[in-house]
């Protein structure tokens, strides 16, 4: 969002408007991590719902009505998710019900995707990986699946028994960066895990002491997920370490009221993996350069675009750039991997893997399994420097 309509309600003396723009704010925000947005219906209802026009529940209704009325006919649009995710994390937010338990975790995972997800609240029973931008196509390691309640019940009891007393502030942010990294990596359900996560976190923060009443999880929900994904990687081999450093910084902003910069392309490992420390801070001394050249570099790309698929819709294009992001020049990757980035069904999934083919952009390879691909790279030129720092 440009505008952000629920700055005035932050900044409201009166509590319950206050906190009812940090929970809509926060909900809506959150949907960033799967590259989700709510719709101007949504943000309207939300609005309605702060100002005391209508509560919460009837907010719900009224949200679900409205698709009732108007079901949606593309089934690559996931506004509907979106709204009804984000209307379900205002609610619990603004209730003052929790238990610090695995259950409360779980229940949590259902009440907001029941309905969109098959498997809202029900523990995966097979297991994954995911090609991670901030780890240049790599994957972390998640809970095994024969391993996850097991995994879960233990990061909690051990939670239950740490004692926070005597620590410094230091200290006890350090210890909950870790803590919710941990919890995060189990990833315990099939989707969804990175937004349950941070509900519940919220929640156990309040039973703290910490008001956790600001826009840091809104504005900075992709920053969230990357710093979790940097909390549990490791590739020892090419000097790179499992960090909480950068959840410190989150956590810091989101506790402290700090200032700290949050950039997701600090976190790329690619800064490891491609020089010295020396360089690293001297590739820093540069972004501010960088930075001024984006918006001419963006102009660029959409030229391309234009020029090499014409003919196609702008959410298409977005899909390209998306699909561009994740893999870059350097990963192959195939129809489950377009599926699951997003959100497409195997069939559109295959038509918009046609589409870009015989744009030129992409071409199949092989050596890796059928129905591989993988970005030109004569393109790289043209296109590769401007991508990979526009998702600061």
């Given amino acids: 969002m440009n505008h952000d309509p629920f700055k005035e309600y932050l900044k409201e003396k009166e509590p319950n408007k206050r906190d009812k723009g940090y929970a809509w704010q926060t909900a809506i925000g959150l949907q ?4 989700l947005k709510p719709s101007k219906y949504l943000i309207d209802t939300a609005i309605q719902n702060i100002e005391g ?8 209704e009224k949200l679900n009505s409205y698709y009732e009325e108007n079901p949606k006919c593309d089934i690559e649009d996931r506004t509907e998710e979106a709204d009804k995710v984000s209307v379900r994390i205002a609610k619990i937010l603004s209730e003052q019900a929790f238990s610090f338990t695995p259950n409360e975790y779980i229940s949590i995972h259902k009440k907001l995707f029941i309905g969109i997800y098959g498997h809202a609240g029900k523990i995966r029973d097979y297991n ?8 240049d ?9 024969s391993e996850l309640r097991a995994t879960l019940e233990y990061d909690f009891s051990e939670e239950k028994k740490f004692s926070y007393k005597n620590l410094s502030m230091e200290e006890i942010i350090h210890h909950l960066a870790v803590f919710v990294s941990r919890l995060w990596q189990i990833h315990i359900f099939g989707e969804g895990n990175t937004r349950t996560t941070a509900v519940f976190f ?7 002491g910490f008001d956790a009443t600001n826009d840091i999880f809104a504005e900075n929900a992709w920053y969230f997920r990357n710093a ?11 000097g790179i370490h499992e960090t909480a450093e ?17 950039h997701n392309r600090s976190m790329h490992i690619s800064g490891l993996l491609n020089g010295t420390k020396a360089d690293i801070e001297e590739q820093k001394s540069d972004i501010e350069e960088v930075k001024a050249d984006i918006k001419e570099q963006k102009s660029d790309i959409e030229e391309l675009l234009h020029t090499k698929l014409p003919n196609v819709s702008e959410k298409t294009k977005g899909y390209v750039l998306m699909l561009y992001r994740e893999f870059n020049y350097d990963i192959y990757f195939g129809r489950s991997d377009v599926e699951r980035l997003t959100g497409l069904k195997s069939s559109r999934a295959s038509e918009l893997l046609k589409e870009i083919v015989e744009s030129g952009l992409i071409e199949p390879i092989k050596g890796h399994g059928k129905g591989k691909y993988q970005f030109v790279v004569e393109k790289k030129s043209e296109v590769s420097r401007v991508l990979s720092m526009s998702n600061e």
Avoid: C, H, M, P
């Fill in 246 to 262: 950068y959840l410190d910084l989150f956590l810091r902003n989101l506790l402290l009221d700090e200032k700290n910069e949050l």
């Fill in 137 to 145: 196509g790599a994957t972390i390691l998640y809970g095994s699946a």
């Fill in 32 to 35: 960033a991590v799967d590259g």
């Fill in 128 to 135: 994954i990986t995911k090609k991670e931008w901030v780890l």
């Fill in 228 to 238: 979790l994904v940097r909390a549990n990687y490791n590739d020892l081999k090419n």
């Fill in 53 to 60: 026009e209508i509560t919460i529940d009837e907010a719900q």
């Fill in 202 to 208: 919220i929640k156990y923060l309040r039973t703290l």
